[in-house]
């Protein structure tokens, strides 16, 4: 369907029906679970950020074939891919997907055949293999052109990394940037949810400023602001951070390093978000949290430590049930890894058994061989790169060749189609 004024309509008309008048197809949410059609939807989903940048249709499509033999429902990619002009003239020898470029306090949208119309093929093609999509709108990370661009030109060099979410000349420019992308597919029932950033925090490769600190609130306000937005453009659609669901509690909780007791960020609020407060909001419809203690805590990881990494995981997705049990809505363990196939060979089962024992959502990392652009190898950006058909590989993708961690999460997937009905 692709109505410009049926979403004005219905916007008038959701506080009297609020779901009756959502479009077939479209996931919303009943009390804390997803449905589709009036059915619960659990599944299992994956993580592919390079997808969008794949050149060729079939290999866009092998891609999805992957996803579909392990049972996924759900992909979450990005909507966004921004470059300096100065990378123009190589992006585009080299077929880098691109959606923005900047070179001014204006970035300018390319909706060309190198850029959205890419991202309208992922979209049409997820259709077909009745998969659904998590958009996000841009990253707190360097990577594929987040936060920092819209700093830099902006705000200007010097600044600190919490000035995206308080400068308003830079929230106009997000906010003209996602209202590009919500009035583009807002029609699609293949959109899963709008994701108002990857991994929101005080800091990202800019550090943190003096307005974003534990208790300031500034990430909370932030994506109240941006919701209530996305919720004014797009009245149907679920909503969420995009956030690793940090929390924010009162009460003391670190652990104990050569005799000091360190406070933790992932629950001082010292990264930003206050998952509970948060979930709270209104058009928050549901949470998202991420899972890497190996990286967070490269301090502790060592033999004679208390510490293990499956505790400390089992113990994050306990906290994030709780959690989604107090707000009434549902939550997506929506990243996770460790590094190593005897690592996740070893933790992902505790973890995956855990998050859907908690009736929690996965994403995963899929990773698809026998990709044929460019003879299988291309280097696409950063360290991003098809070597020999494999798609990239940041550590964490699983291939089908790995076959205890590929069956336990088309095992997965099968146990979240079970409660589907
Ligand atoms: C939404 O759908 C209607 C009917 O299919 C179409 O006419 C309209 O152009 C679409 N709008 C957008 C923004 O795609
Ligand atoms: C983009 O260009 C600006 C200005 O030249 C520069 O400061 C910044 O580092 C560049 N950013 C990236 C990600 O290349
Ligand atoms: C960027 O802007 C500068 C100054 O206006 C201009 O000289 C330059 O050609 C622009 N670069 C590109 C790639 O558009
Ligand atoms: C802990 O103390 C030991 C011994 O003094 C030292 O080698 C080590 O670097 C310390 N670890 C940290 C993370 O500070
Ligand atoms: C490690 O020991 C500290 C201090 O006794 C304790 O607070 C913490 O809960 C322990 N961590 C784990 C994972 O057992
Ligand atoms: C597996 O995890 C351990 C403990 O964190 C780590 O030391 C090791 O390097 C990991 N293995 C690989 C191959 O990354
Ligand atoms: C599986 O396939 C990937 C991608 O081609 C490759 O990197 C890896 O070495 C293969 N084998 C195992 C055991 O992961």
Redesign the pocket.
């Known amino acids: 369907m692709r109505l410009s004024l049926l979403p004005v309509l219905c916007a008038l008309i959701s506080t009297a029906v609020a779901a009756k008048s959502v479009p077939k197809g479209f996931v919303t949410r009943k009390g804390s679970r997803f449905e589709l059609d009036g059915k619960p939807f659990y599944f299992v989903g994956a993580n592919s950020y390079w997808l969008p940048l794949l050149t060729t249709q079939e290999d866009v499509e092998n891609t999805f074939k992957e996803m579909q033999g392990v049972g996924v429902k759900v992909l979450r990619t990005w909507g966004f891919n921004a470059i300096n002009a100065t990378e123009l003239a190589g992006a585009t020898q080299s077929g880098l997907t691109y959606y923005q470029v900047w070179n001014s306090s204006d970035w300018t949208l390319n909706d060309g055949p190198q850029g959205l119309q890419r991202l309208d093929n992922v979209i049409a093609t997820a259709g077909r293999y009745g998969i659904k999509v998590i958009l996000a709108f841009t990253n707190n990370w360097v990577g594929y052109g987040g936060a920092e661009l819209y700093i830099n030109w902006i705000a200007g060099a010097g600044n600190t990394h919490d000035v995206f979410y308080t400068d308003p000349r830079i929230i106009s420019s997000y906010q003209r940037y996602v209202k590009t992308i919500v009035d583009r597919y807002k029609n699609s029932s293949t959109i899963f949810a709008w994701e108002l950033m990857n991994e929101a925090r005080c800091l990202g490769d800019l550090p943190a400023g003096p307005h974003c600190v534990p208790g300031s609130g500034t990430l909370h306000t932030w994506y109240k602001r941006q919701s209530d937005f996305v919720r004014s453009l797009d009245p149907h659609h679920l909503i969420t951070t995009g956030g690793e669901g940090h929390f924010y509690w009162k009460r003391p909780v670190g652990y104990w390093l050569n005799g000091t007791f360190v406070s933790d960020y992932n629950f001082n609020g010292q990264a930003g978000e206050d998952f509970d407060a948060d979930m709270q909001l209104e058009n928050i419809d549901f949470g998202t949290y991420h899972l890497y203690p190996?990286f967070w805590y490269p301090e502790l990881?060592t033999p004679d430590s208390n510490f293990t990494?499956e505790s400390w995981g089992s113990g994050w997705i306990k906290d994030h049930a709780l959690a989604a049990k107090k707000a009434g809505k549902p939550v997506i363990l929506e990243e996770f890894g460790?590094?190593?196939l005897?690592?996740k060979t070893h933790i992902y089962p505790e973890w995956v058994d855990l998050a859907l024992a908690s009736d929690h959502a996965i994403l995963i990392s899929i990773g698809t061989v026998g990709l044929k652009e460019n003879g299988g190898n291309r280097l696409i950006k950063y360290a991003d790169a098809l070597i020999d058909g494999a798609s990239p590989n940041d550590g964490f993708a699983i291939y089908k060749n790995q076959t205890a961690v590929w069956n336990l999460f088309t095992r997965a997937a099968r146990i979240q189609a079970a409660k589907s009905v």
């Open positions: 190996q990881d990494i460790v590094s190593g005897a690592n």
